[in-house]
């Protein structure tokens, strides 16, 4: 039970860093945050036909169009803007997706590929997470494990304001919208 050990450890190490804090009371100062690729053109891979049906018909589109979402959510239910990456080079690159039918405040980019890159990550922590977290400090930020995650920028402009995020191993654990 190599992953229930490996969980253990990391709530006990969290555990122990929010006390260490004089946080553990406080949800409003604690944070997860993570991000998925929502593509809204699915092929479809499940079909209903009436069983013994040799060849059955299926719609799917030949569009790849998907974006990239980080949802940033407070321990005690309050949750910042969504922030979403498109693929493209300019901002015309949102005219493929109706965006007055988005969320509130919702918070957009763009870059060539996509997904978020470090450049992209620093711009939400300090356009959006730093802005929005509140002035209470130390505020601690959960991510998941992920290299992609781990940007020196970022944890040189958290040591700057205290705030702190433990190692996750939380990919073990796949959630999705």
Request: aromatic share 10%; proline share 6%.
């Amino acid at each position: 039970m190599m992953v229930s050990f490996v969980l253990n450890k990391y709530f006990d190490e969290l555990e122990s860093l929010l006390k260490r804090l004089g946080i553990e009371d406080k949800p409003q100062q604690i944070w997860n945050c993570d991000e998925t690729s929502v593509q809204f053109s699915p092929s479809a891979s499940k079909v209903i036909s009436q069983k013994g049906i040799q060849n059955v018909v299926a719609r799917c589109s030949p569009s790849k169009d998907s974006i990239t979402i980080l949802v940033t959510i407070k321990v005690s239910g309050g949750v910042m803007p969504p922030f979403c990456t498109v693929k493209g080079k300019t901002e015309r690159s949102f005219q493929l997706f109706t965006t007055q039918d988005a969320p509130y405040g919702i918070i957009r980019t763009y870059q060539q590929n996509m997904w978020m890159n470090n450049e992209i990550r620093i711009q939400w922590f300090e356009k959006v997470f730093l802005q929005k977290c509140g002035d209470a400090r130390p505020q601690v930020l959960i991510l998941a494990s992920h290299h992609s995650h781990e940007v020196l920028e970022m944890l040189e402009l958290a040591d700057k304001h205290p705030l702190y995020w433990p190692c996750n191993p939380i990919p073990l654990i796949s959630c999705s919208l």
